[in-house]
């Protein structure tokens, strides 16, 4: 038998788990543990610590991950986009100090 197949309540999951909807967590901390949760899980370091106990906790941050990735490739597109348009800006300026040269050259 797997250990993580161990028999489980069905209704064990991370936020039971915790005791996050007690009334002695405020709504910051419970934002706080699942905002780090997020953000540990979508940077793939997985400290372990918050992880998810069902399988449709599972199946969600397998989309949130596949989500945090094409936000993560639509964001770095638009930064080398920013990159080659400042370079092709740079070889126009460039051109201009080589036509100056060029006519400075002829005087």
Same mark, same amino acid.
């Given at each position: 038998?797997?250990?993580?197949?161990?028999?489980?309540?069905?209704?064990?999951?991370?936020?039971?788990?915790?005791?996050?909807?007690?009334?002695?967590?405020?709504?910051?901390?419970?934002?706080?543990?699942?905002?780090? *949760? !997020?953000?540990?899980?979508?940077?793939?370091? =997985?400290?372990?610590?918050?992880?998810? $106990?069902?399988?449709? &906790?599972?199946?969600?941050?397998?989309?949130?991950?596949?989500?945090?990735?094409?936000? *993560? !490739?639509?964001?770095?597109?638009?930064?080398? =986009?920013?990159?080659?348009?400042?370079? $092709?800006?740079?070889? &126009?300026?460039?051109?201009?100090?080589?036509?100056?040269?060029?006519?400075?050259?002829?005087?």
């Amino acid at each position: 038998m797997i250990p993580d197949e161990v028999d489980r309540n069905p209704a064990d999951n991370f936020i039971d788990y915790k005791n996050l909807l007690h009334e002695y967590h405020t709504d910051f901390e419970v934002g706080l543990k699942l905002v780090y *949760f !997020s953000f540990t899980s979508l940077a793939t370091v =997985g400290f372990g610590d918050f992880h998810p $106990r069902s399988d449709y &906790e599972r199946a969600l941050m397998a989309f949130i991950l596949l989500g945090g990735v094409a936000v *993560f !490739s639509y964001i770095m597109g638009v930064f080398i =986009g920013i990159l080659n348009e400042a370079k $092709r800006i740079g070889e &126009e300026i460039d051109d201009g100090d080589n036509l100056s040269k060029f006519f400075g050259l002829l005087k």
